[in-house]
Nanobody, 126 residues
């Protein structure tokens, strides 16, 4: 059974930075692509970033491109989301997820993922 646990969320002022971590338990972590999603109250869940199993391919939502960086360390079974120049509209619960499909056509689709963490709160004050 795969378990994903997010950490690193908190309260930060606009313009600040945070680094989120997602620790995965279970075997064959390096065989799967991973993604980061976020959901704010009253809004739909959206994909903000994704990374292939090798780390060679990445995806970023237009709203975070240039500010967020996704990375992974397969030896540590961990995926990271480095967030810079944070804005109040980045406030949300952030979730990591494991991708179940192959290919790179739609890494932003929630249907592509089969395991989800419980989330970590990120709050950006203005």
């Amino acid at each position: 059974q795969v378990q994903l646990v997010e950490s690193g969320g908190g309260l930060v002022q606009a313009g600040g930075s945070l680094r989120l971590s997602c620790a995965a338990s279970g075997r064959t972590f390096s065989s799967y692509a991973m993604g980061w999603f976020r959901q704010a109250p009253g809004k739909e869940r959206e994909c903000v970033a994704a990374i292939s199993w090798s780390g060679g391919s990445t995806y970023y939502a237009d709203s975070v491109k240039g500010r967020f960086t996704i990375s992974r360390d397969n030896a540590k079974n961990t995926v990271y989301l480095q967030m810079k120049s944070l804005k109040p509209e980045d406030t949300a619960v952030y979730y990591c997820a494991r991708r179940k499909t192959t290919g790179w056509g739609t890494p932003f689709s929630q249907r592509e993922y089969d395991y989800w963490g419980q989330g970590t709160q990120v709050t950006v004050s203005s």
